[in-house]
């Protein structure tokens, strides 16, 4: 069974949805985390999908496979009633006399932050998709142009040592490998087997009918 743990601010369902369709491994094992690379060290997941840079992985990249998928615009949380949700895209100009409560990746000190913007106090720099996801009702969030502060990637990350055909699978299809294309030979499964193969995760496939019986008695030979 492969098991992936993915940063939080990451959507990866449809890679999941595709994986169970397109390939027969198993059961995919699924962990929401605000560190999968903790969760990948210490062997709890096989596969972790996280936020880069990382200085962890820099200082140890001889043990892992790294590959990137996408990058994350950075962006800006603001107090809901601030002026500044007026722009598109705010600038360090733009913000200049304003409290910063943080600025970087780190997913419990971005959720920290966000409690104190939602309370109208100040400002916050992190990951646009990160902010999205943790913001309140109270908090607007916007693009974030500035030379210092870098866009971040999502990369899938997995040890060497641990290398396999399911997780090669599950990488092709996060690159966005097609089911005609997949290296595993699956038979392409109709609407219904996809239904019934969804019920039985979720435990309610119907129990089967008995077939009739046939009244009357049998004649003789």
Not at 52 to 58: I, S, V
Not at 68 to 82: F, H, Q, R, V
Not at 153 to 170: C, G, H, M, P, T
């Amino acid at each position: 069974m492969l098991t992936l743990s993915f940063v939080t601010g990451t959507e990866p369902g449809k890679w999941f949805e595709r994986f169970r369709e397109r390939t027969s491994h198993g059961e995919l094992r699924t962990l929401d985390s605000e560190d999968p690379l903790t969760e990948l060290v210490d062997a709890r997941a096989s596969l972790a999908l996280l936020r880069l840079p990382d200085a962890r992985l820099a200082a140890d990249n001889d043990a892992f496979h790294v590959v990137t998928l996408y990058e994350e615009s950075p962006g800006i949380a603001l107090p809901k009633d601030s002026e500044l949700t007026l722009l598109d895209t705010v600038t360090p100009e733009d913000i200049a006399g304003e409290i910063l409560n943080y600025s970087g990746a780190e997913v419990a000190k971005v959720r920290e932050g966000l409690q104190v913007v939602a309370a109208n106090v100040g400002v916050l720099i992190a990951p646009r998709p990160l902010i999205k996801v943790l913001s309140r009702k109270q908090i607007e969030h916007r693009d974030y142009l500035a030379d210092d502060v870098p866009p971040t990637s999502i990369a899938l990350v997995w040890r060497k040592d641990d290398d396999n055909e399911a997780i090669q699978d599950f990488v092709g299809i996060a690159k966005g490998r097609t089911a005609n294309s997949s290296r595993q030979a699956t038979p392409k499964r109709s609407a219904r087997e996809k239904t019934l193969a969804k019920q039985q995760r979720r435990g309610q496939v119907p129990a089967k009918k008995k077939a009739p019986t046939r009244g009357g008695r049998r004649g003789r030979r």
